[in-house]
């Protein structure tokens, strides 16, 4: 019997209603395991729809720069709505806070530019 009390992965893509990628981690490794997979996969990002269990700011960054634009999170920030709302993204979620408790949510609180952000992130994550 498995331990895992988690009824859904942490992140989902799918391609219309087709889950094309899975991923259980944590933190915003998820998003570029994804990035790797669209690398190696030639989805359309358009065409997808991704579900996150959290997305703060750092996350809606990765997301748009991915270029999915329908998006879905359980707990979402406000400065993540913020950001998917200035990218014309089209998103939705279940809770939406001010803040997630993530010192990252904070380093990038006033951070405009996607690449420097990216740069950032994928500094932090080892990349």
């Given at each position: 019997?498995?331990?895992?009390?988690?009824?859904?992965?942490?992140l989902q893509?799918?391609?219309?209603?087709?889950p094309?990628?899975?991923?259980?981690g944590?933190?915003l490794?998820?998003?570029?395991?994804?990035?790797?997979?669209?690398?190696?996969?030639?989805?359309?990002?358009?065409?997808?729809?991704?579900?996150?269990?959290?997305?703060?700011?750092?996350?809606?960054?990765?997301?748009?720069?991915?270029?999915?634009?329908?998006i879905?999170?359980?707990?979402?920030?406000?400065?993540?709505?913020?950001?998917?709302?200035?990218?014309?993204?089209?998103?939705?979620?279940?809770?939406?806070?001010?803040?997630?408790?993530?010192?990252?949510?904070?380093?990038l609180?006033?951070?405009?530019?996607?690449?420097?952000?990216?740069?950032?992130?994928?500094?932090?994550?080892?990349?």
């Amino acid at each position: 019997m498995s331990t895992n009390h988690q009824t859904s992965p942490s992140l989902q893509v799918f391609l219309k209603d087709d889950p094309i990628f899975t991923n259980n981690g944590k933190w915003l490794h998820p998003l570029f395991a994804l990035e790797d997979f669209l690398k190696q996969n030639k989805h359309t990002a358009a065409d997808l729809y991704l579900k996150d269990s959290i997305i703060g700011k750092a996350a809606a960054i990765l997301i748009c720069r991915l270029g999915i634009r329908r998006i879905h999170g359980k707990l979402m920030s406000e400065l993540a709505a913020e950001y998917l709302r200035s990218q014309k993204a089209e998103f939705s979620w279940d809770s939406l806070v001010p803040r997630i408790q993530c010192q990252t949510e904070e380093v990038l609180a006033g951070v405009d530019d996607t690449e420097e952000a990216y740069t950032e992130l994928s500094r932090r994550a080892g990349r």
